[in-house]
């Protein structure tokens, strides 16, 4: 039985990007070896990064613009300590929007490098919406702000205006809508979700905001060290760049950015019309801020579950519980996710509506 893969990630990918990834692991680019044990050094390899650095630049239409693409490690927790470490000045300020777990998560390692404002939150409210109407302070060296939160399901649609460096963990949705990604000084994402397997975070860099803190950087946290050794400080992850690579192959030759939005939007808009018909479930997340990669769902009787969980798993879905924190259901329809399996979850729930 086909399996409809809704984990929140590491999450779906194309399949055809599995079928030539796992040749690579026999035979990479008729060497004779695996992509998982040629050098990092070596001309095969170094190809492959530099495809995948000018695809993701390419793809988020900021070549030429001064920016440098970085594939690292650490996933985006790491790039929490990495920001300050490389934007906040000492005795510097820096301002974030809460919107979720990870939010919260970036906002405790800056307040350990200096003064954090937190403009906005919406933790009270469980995280179900994205503050709005919020002022950003004019001193402060940078603004960070999380574009998707996956585990609450709500999205950013649009970002506020600020002279200050625009920083966003895009881990959950970058690659998915057409946006002007140029107003960001610094983005990042972890590759689990939109851009390949676990193992690799993607940070994109607007070079010119480097090296004005005045603080001495561990050479591993320091972004101007990985720039000049061009993602090669360390032993890069080699098979979770190359299978990224791959799927921002795959994106570009499905007429990129642009295009997968329509194909986006149109996944998401058939799974929420059904929660808003089907008078068994509801939503969680506040309709105008209704995430596009994670759509988060409740049954209205609790008491349903069990028939529902058996109607899904029967119809080969995977991955569809809600995070802990939220509880109820969780559909991550990601780039990779091909309409006919979010029917499929469609599907589930008008046939549980017709048992009830």
Known sequence: MKKHNFSAGPSILPQEVFEKASQAVLNFNNSGLSILEISHRSKDFIAVMEEAQALALELLGLT????????????????????????????????????GTWASGAIKQAKAFGETVVVASSKDDNYNFIPKGY??????????????????????????KT???????????????????????????????????????????????LGKTGRNIPAMLDYSQHIAKESMYNTPPVFAVYTSMLTLQWLKNLGGVEAIEKMNETKANLLYKE????????GVAKAEDRSLMNVTFTLNNEEHQPIFDELWKAAGISGLNGHRS?????????????????QVLVDAM???ENKI
């Open 326 to 342: 939220v509880g109820g259901y969780r559909a991550s329809i990601y780039n990779a996710m091909p309409l006919e399996s979010v």
């Open 163 to 209: 002279d200050a460096p625009l920083v966003c963990d895009m881990s959950s949705d970058i690659f998915s809508k057409d946006i002007d990604y140029s107003q960001f000084s610094i983005i990042y994402a972890g590759a689990q979700k939109n851009m390949g397997p676990a193992g690799t975070t993607l940070v994109v860099i607007k070079e010119e905001i």
């Open 275 to 282: 929660i808003d018909r089907n008078p068994l479930f509801k």
């Open 135 to 160: 002022e950003i302070p004019t001193d402060i060296d940078y603004f960070h702000c999380t574009s998707n939160n996956t585990i609450f399901g709500t999205q950013m649609k649009e970002f506020p």
């Open 64 to 99: 030429g613009k001064g920016y440098q693409a970085l594939f690292l490690q650490g996933g985006a927790s790491l790039e929490f300590l990495r920001i300050p470490y490389n934007l906040m000045k000492e005795n510097g300020k820096a301002a974030y929007l809460d919107t």
């Open 350 to 352: 008008k046939e549980l």
